[in-house]
């Protein structure tokens, strides 16, 4: 869906959502989970759920927030890390317990590996979140709110 095809963000209300989601899922992670995904507003929010028979009122959007549909590919939630990362087959990177930290507190982190754009995190049987990796780093997106903090 990237490189020679294009933007993936020009495919969007062309093509089903899921169908797009599932395409980039499996070409950057090499699995999909098998869910219902929904793109939404005008960052390209991706938004997850498994079908459900019971109908609960009050709520007009369903799922959790799983992503978002860059430029160049999808840059996964933690929540959605948590969905792909134990069964992706590609673009997973390993993070000792120095970087883990590091990562979580909201730095950038230096990899050995010779990662391009986005990839999942993962430290030990955990999984981070997603980050973009270029020139031997990993850009952090891991949400303000979200960071440790030091016990300074």
């Known amino acids: 869906m990237t490189g020679p095809v294009g933007n993936p963000r020009d495919k969007i209300g062309k093509i089903n959502d899921t169908k797009l989601v599932r395409t980039l899922l499996v070409e950057n992670y090499g699995y999909s989970p098998d869910l219902i995904y929904e793109i939404r507003g005008r960052y390209h929010k991706v938004?997850?759920?498994k079908p459900c028979p019971l109908d609960v009122k009050g709520s007009e959007r369903k799922g959790i927030y799983?992503?978002?549909i860059e430029s160049d590919g999808i840059r996964l939630s933690i929540e959605g890390a948590f969905?792909?990362?134990p069964r992706a087959t590609k673009n997973v990177v390993e993070l000792d317990d120095g970087r883990a930290l590091r990562y979580l507190a909201g730095?950038?982190?230096e990899v050995d590996q010779a990662f391009r754009g986005w990839v999942i995190l993962r430290w030990r049987d955990y999984y981070l979140g997603s980050g973009k990796a270029a020139n031997g780093r990993i850009h952090n997106y891991v949400p303000k709110?979200?960071?440790l903090r030091s016990r300074a």
Do not use: Q
Request: hydrophobic residues 40%; without cysteine.
């Open 83 to 85: 969905l792909v990362g």
């Open 145 to 147: 709110e979200r960071r």
């Open 66 to 68: 799983f992503g978002r």
């Open 107 to 109: 730095e950038d982190v």
């Open 47 to 49: 938004y997850a759920w």
